[in-house]
């Protein structure tokens, strides 16, 4: 069996964590741009999805930021009882109660 695909998750995961760590360090143009490229590279990996819209949020982008949430809402919801291992569907419930509250306070701010 070929590790390729693990090393392919293992870079992916170690760029997301960069971004992160710009957006720790408050170095929020950085994570936005790194946490743009990641998701558009690729779309369906949640955490860099949800990297990005709360760097949008932190930009001052609602509008951005409301997509963005709802399109790592509807990858995480197809997640959800779908994981054999109940921690990882725990972190999923979690991340879900997470982006609403965002959305939440997007809404709040907005209305």
């Known amino acids: 069996m070929s590790n390729t695909p693990k090393r392919t998750t293992d870079s992916l995961d170690a760029q997301v964590g960069q971004a992160w760590s710009h957006h720790y360090n408050k170095q929020n143009e950085v994570a936005l741009a ?13 955490d860099a999805n949800f990297g990005y819209a709360l760097s949008l949020k932190t930009a001052g982008d609602s509008s951005a930021a409301t997509d963005i949430f709802h399109k790592t809402l509807t990858l995480v919801d197809a997640r959800i009882g779908t994981q054999s291992d109940d921690d990882e569907d725990s972190r999923y419930r979690m991340l879900k109660r997470m982006i609403e509250q965002h959305l939440g306070q997007i809404q709040a701010l907005q209305g």
Do not use: D, M, T, V
């Open 34 to 46: 790194e946490f743009r490229k990641l998701a558009e590279a690729n779309p369906s990996h949640i």
